[in-house]
């Protein structure tokens, strides 16, 4: 799914377009016991709660694609009828009215997200009449052909109120706040059948992670049967690694800052576009080639990148590369520099010893202390070492 189809399923999560037709959750505590159920027609709620309530479901489909929002496709074996695609279809087909496909969903949750304190699984059924568009773009509401049909789940951690003081209003008084169980902004989730091409796509599903880098590989796994992706920090490490494998001695300086200037070369053309600009195994050895790598090093690309990688890997770029600071790190020192003045950062050898250079031509501040720059004397443009020679 793209920017502008995640767009347009949030843009359901409020009272004008809303198609939920039922909700569903329970309340799961630290020892991994339901304390209590809901099950509900979501519009027969009250009507601060449904607004809540979309808060919870907007944010689940929050974030950065490829980041916070990733595309899972179900291996052919789990699309079979004793597989997790088919499982995830008949709880759907049943609109949530079934208690026993609904108790299991339950317990496939409780048995493999990984958390230690209490969350609130709530799971919605909506049927979605996807509009028409105009040749302009527009949307005909009053012509549609088909309707999405979906789940959407969000798993929120129920955390209690900070301790404190507050005033009573009734007793015109300061005393002891009263500590309540809140839920708060969800954690994981996931849409399925994903939304592709504006219309249903059983063959895939999309998972929402608040952190990237807890992503619930057994959740993924277990309850869907998807192999767990790359987080966006194991995608910068693995990509990190393939290159040094791949070029060995020549990983130098310069031929890694144009491999990064190429990726955030990649990721602003696309900036515009709804789908987040990815990787194949070809695109990152022609990027390697047009970074400056000798074609007697890209011989063995292919076999490095599949031992390192995994033969079916893609890259989302934008895990990659940072548009607003590039660092450079040794065991003592961490310099970073904006992404369009790494010419201001060069390497040299002197007296057989390596350094790393940096242009100066504007004021420098030491722990926002603006300082003089070195070398430069207080009168005539003489330098300081040279005055003290006087």
Not at 164 to 193: H, M, Q, T
Not at 209 to 222: F, G, I, R, S
Not at 239 to 257: A, H, K, N, P, W
């Amino acid at each position: 799914m793209n920017k502008k189809e995640i767009l347009e399923i949030r843009k359901q999560f409020s009272n004008e377009n809303c198609a939920i037709t039922r909700i569903c959750g329970c309340y799961v505590d630290a020892e991994k016991q339901i304390r209590t159920q809901l099950k509900e027609a979501f519009l027969s709620l009250p009507e601060e709660e449904i607004f809540k309530y979309f808060e919870i479901f907007k944010k689940t489909l929050s974030g950065t694609p490829g980041k916070n929002l990733l595309h899972m496709e179900f291996p052919l074996e789990q699309e079979m009828p004793d597989g997790t695609q088919a499982w995830l279809l008949k709880l759907r087909n049943s609109k949530l009215t079934d208690d026993i496909l609904l108790e299991e969903f339950y317990d496939k949750i409780i048995g493999s997200y990984a958390y230690g304190e209490n969350y609130y699984i709530i799971l919605i059924h909506a049927a979605y009449d996807i509009p028409r568009k105009s040749s302009d773009g527009t949307e005909l509401f009053d012509a549609s052909d088909d309707t999405y049909e979906y789940l959407l789940c969000s798993i929120c951690p129920v955390k209690l109120s900070k301790a404190g003081l507050c005033y009573n209003a009734e007793k015109n008084s300061i005393e002891d706040r009263v500590r309540d169980w809140l839920v708060e902004a969800p954690a994981a989730g996931f849409l399925f059948p994903a939304f592709h091409d504006r219309n249903t796509d059983l063959h895939s599903m999309l998972y929402y992670t608040k952190n990237p880098e807890v992503l619930q590989p057994a959740l993924m796994e277990d309850v869907f049967g998807c192999r767990a992706p790359l987080s966006a920090k194991e995608q910068r490490e693995t990509f990190g690694e393939m290159l040094s494998e791949t070029l060995g001695e020549y990983c130098d300086y310069d031929t890694v800052i144009n491999i990064h200037e190429n990726i955030n070369e990649i990721v602003e053309e696309a900036k515009e576009q709804p789908d987040a600009p990815v990787l194949s195994k070809t695109q990152v050895k022609e990027l390697l080639r047009q970074s400056g790598a000798d074609e007697e090093v890209l011989e063995h690309f292919e076999e490095r990148y599949d031992q390192t990688a995994g033969e079916e890997t893609e890259f989302v770029a934008t895990n990659l590369a940072s548009l607003k600071a590039l660092e450079v790190k040794t065991p003592d020192v961490v310099v970073k520099i904006h992404p369009e003045k790494t010419d201001l950062m060069e390497t040299r050898i002197i007296d057989g010893r390596a350094y790393l250079m940096i242009q100066i031509d504007d004021q420098i501040e030491v722990n926002g202390v603006v300082v003089k720059a070195p070398g430069v004397g207080k009168e005539d443009g003489i330098s300081e070492s040279d005055s003290r020679g006087l």
